[in-house]
T-cell receptor, first 109, second 120 residues
Framework: AQRVTQPEKLLSVFKGAPVELKCNYS??????LFWYVQYSRQRLQLLLR??SRESIKGFTADLNKGETSFHLKKPFAQEEDSAMYYC???????????FGAGTRLAVHP | GAVVSQHPSRVICKSGTSVKIECRSL??????MFWYRQFPKQSLMLMAT?????????EQGVEKDKFLINHASLTLSTLTVTSAHPEDSSFYIC????????????????FGPGTRLTVL
């Protein structure tokens, strides 16, 4: 069965420090993975998807099929990066998504 | 573009009453809409998938008679919580995926702002 695991509930760093939010998945076949972000009092929005291989707001994520991981990274965290981050994986038909538990990133000045 | 709205943003009701939540895609047609539930400090839990003109598909453990979903047009889906009880209090979020040919990947979900339901 498809599953997304985000092992960290909270990641707390200082401004300028590197950030890595972990995501591991269980999926049969070639998955298309996503990172969604939810800033305080805002709606969930797509941050990036692995097939586009782009960098959004300085964040990148590489799909590692051997380790079944899709960790989100940023070399230098900013205070405005503080938010909830969710890793997501398609599941079943109609483009359903299943979400990980989420990781709260707190960037301190 | 690709804005999804929900109405109301928050609702308080008495136990036993029914509450309807609307989800609209404002600037695109959505063949599929999804309804999620989010408990405080927890992730989104998919409740059901709503396709225009057909019956919704419910996730395991979600009572279809309790959570009625109607997707009458390509821009509107409604979720009705029937005979609401305090345990139904939650944050309900909808999302929509654009129909093909509208300039966005058709598997990208655009999310509404959510509706906070409080049942007294």
């Amino acid at each position: 069965a498809q599953r997304v695991t985000q092992p960290e509930k909270l990641l707390s760093v200082f401004k300028g420090a590197p950030v890595e939010l972990k995501c591991n998945y269980s999926y049969s076949g070639s998955p298309e993975l996503f990172w969604y972000v939810q800033y305080s009092r805002q709606r969930l929005q797509l941050l990036l998807r692995h097939i586009s291989r782009e960098s959004i707001k300085g964040f990148t994520a590489d799909l590692n099929k051997g380790e079944t991981s899709f960790h989100l990274k940023k070399p230098f965290a900013q205070e405005e990066d503080s938010a909830m981050y969710y890793c997501a994986l398609p599941s079943g038909g109609y483009n359903k998504l299943i979400f990980g538990a989420g990781t709260r990133l707190a960037v301190h000045p | 573009g690709a804005v999804v709205s929900q109405h109301p943003s928050r609702v308080i009701c008495k136990s036993g009453t029914s509450v309807k939540i609307e989800c609209r895609s404002l600037d695109f047609q959505a063949t599929t809409m999804f309804w999620y539930r989010q408990f405080p400090k927890q992730s989104l839990m998919l409740m059901a998938t709503s396709n225009e003109g057909s019956k919704a598909t419910y996730e395991q453990g979600v009572e279809k008679d309790k959570f009625l979903i109607n997707h009458a047009s390509l821009t509107l889906s409604t979720l009705t919580v029937t005979s609401a009880h305090p345990e139904d209090s939650s944050f309900y979020i909808c999302s929509a995926t654009p129909a093909s040919g509208q300039g966005a990947p058709n598997n990208e979900q655009f999310f509404g702002p959510g509706t906070r339901l409080t049942v007294l």
